[in-house]
C-alpha cells in the first residue's frame, strides 16, 4: 500500500526542514543543558552533543522541529545524525543509541501533532535521520597503513541494525540515510534497513542523500554521481538526492545529471551557500528560493529543503517559491548490466 507520505510525494513538491545544529547555537545553551541532572557528574564534555539534548532540553529540540513544520515543512528530521553507538563513543554514551532515537523521535512527533493541530486536515511526517558515522569502512584513517580501518563491517551494521530498529519502534514514517560520504558506510545502513524491515515485517520508504564534496564532482571516497547511485539502486529506494557541502548553486550539474539518471524520486537540499571566512552562511531566504525554485522549474525536483545555515526563514522562502511547481515526473532507463567503482560502467548487449 502507498503510505500517506508517499501520496504527498505524488502530487506536490514535498518540503523538508532546514538545519537543526545552527538553530541549536541560537539557544546559546551551555555544558550545564546539555548534562542535565541526569549526566551531571560525567567523566566527558558534552556541549556539542547535539542528540543528547533530545533527552536533556527535549523543549529546544520539539521547538526547533516546530519552527520547521510552522514555516512550510512537510518532513522535519529526527536530532540523531549522531545517535550509533559508534559516533557516541567520542563522548562515552555509546549505550545510550537505542534511547537517544527513541526520544528524537518522540520529539519530532510532538512537534508534528502540534502542527496538525493548528490546521486541522494537515499532516506532517517525521524521517529517522541515519548519519554517516564518524569512522569510515572504505579508507584509512593512517596515512601509513593504507590497508588499516578504523570500523569493521560487522560493527557499522550492527550500530545501524541499533538505529534503525529503534527509529522504527519510535514510528517514523521514513527513513533517511543522508550526507553519504562514503558509499561502503551508506551501503551498510542499507543492509541494515532491509535487516530490521525484515525482522519487523514491515517497511517505510527509505530516502538517500549523498554529498558532493567540490567542484570535482566526487564523493569523498571518489566516487562520481553517477557511480554512487549505481552503487545503491539495488536498494530501490524512494529517493535519492544531494544534500550538504555545497550550496544550491554549486550544486546545480549535479542536480541536472540525477535528475537524468534516478529512476526514482529526486531530492535537494543544500547548505545555503559556501562557508564564508568565520564558517558561516550568506545566502539570504531569498537567494536561496530563487536557486531551488530554478531547479524545480527544471523538472528536477520532488523534495526539497536546506541543510548547514539553513533557517526556519529560508524553508519558509523556499517553500513559496515552488508552490504550485509541478514535481519532477519518472524517469525510465533501458535495462542494462551497471557496475560501479569510482566510475560507472554500463554493459549494453547488442544483436548480432
Keep these: 500500500m502507498t503510505s500517506p507520505f508517499e501520496e504527498l510525494v505524488s502530487q506536490r513538491i514535498a518540503i523538508i526542514d532546514g538545519a537543526m545544529g545552527s538553530l541549536i547555537q541560537t539557544y546559546r545553551l551551555e555544558e550545564k543543558d546539555f548534562r542535565g541532572e541526569r549526566f551531571a557528574a560525567h567523566g ?54 537505542r ?39 572504505s579508507m584509512s584513517p593512517d596515512v601509513n597503513r593504507p590497508d588499516y580501518r578504523a570500523v569493521s563491517w560487522k560493527e557499522v551494521t550492527e550500530a545501524y541494525h541499533e538505529q534503525v530498529l529503534a527509529l522504527m519502534e519510535g514510528g517514523v514514517d521514513v527513513l533517511l540515510v543522508e550526507t553519504v560520504f562514503d558509499t561502503l558506510n551508506a551501503k ?68 541536472q545529471e540525477l535528475s537524468r539518471i534516478a529512476e526514482c524520486k529526486v531530492s535537494c537540499y543544500p547548505n545555503a551557500g559556501l562557508p564564508n571566512a568565520f564558517g558561516g552562511y550568506d545566502e539570504t531566504p531569498e537567494d536561496m528560493a530563487r536557486i531551488l525554485s530554478d531547479f524545480a522549474k527544471q523538472g528536477w525536483l520532488n523534495l526539497v529543503g536546506g541543510c548547514c545555515g539553513s533557517t526556519p526563514e529560508h524553508i519558509a522562502a523556499i517553500a513559496k517559491s515552488v508552490k504550485g511547481l509541478a514535481p519532477r515526473g519518472k524517469t525510465e532507463r533501458k535495462h542494462t548490466m551497471r557496475l560501479s567503482g569510482l566510475e560507472s560502467l554500463h554493459v549494453e548487449t547488442r544483436a548480432p
Excluded: W
Design 188 to 255: 551498510a545502513a542499507l543492509f541494515s534497513i532491509e535487516e530490521v524491515f525484515e525482522q519487523l515485517g514491515r517497511r517505510v520508504p527509505v530516502m538517500v542523500s549523498v554529498t558532493i564534496t567540490d567542484a570535482s564532482g566526487r564523493t569523498l571516497s571518489g566516487q562520481t554521481l553517477g557511480a554512487f547511485y549505481d552503487s545503491i539502486r539495488h536498494a530501490k529506494p524512494f529517493s535519492v538526492g544531494i544534500n550538504c557541502a555545497l550550496g544550491g548553486k554549486e550544486m546545480r550539474p549535479y542536480m
Design 99 to 137: 534511547e537517544l532515537n527513541l526520544a528524537a523521535v518522540k520529539c519530532a512527533q510532538n512537534a508534528a501533532r502540534a502542527a496538525e493541530a493548528k490546521t486541522p486536515g494537515r499532516r506532517c511526517f517525521v524521517a529517522g535521520a541515519i548519519g554517516p558515522l564518524n569512522r569510515t569502512l
Design 44 to 97: 566527558k564534555d558534552l556541549k556539542g552533543n547535539n542528540d543528547l539534548l533530545c533527552l536533556t532540553r527535549p523543549d529546544v529540540i520539539e521547538a526547533i522541529h516546530l519552527r520547521y513544520f510552522d514555516a512550510g515543512a512537510d518532513l522535519v528530521e529526527t536530532n540523531t545524525f549522531s545517535s550509533t553507538s559508534i559516533a557516541q563513543a567520542d563522548y562515552e554514551l555509546s549505550h545510550l543509541a
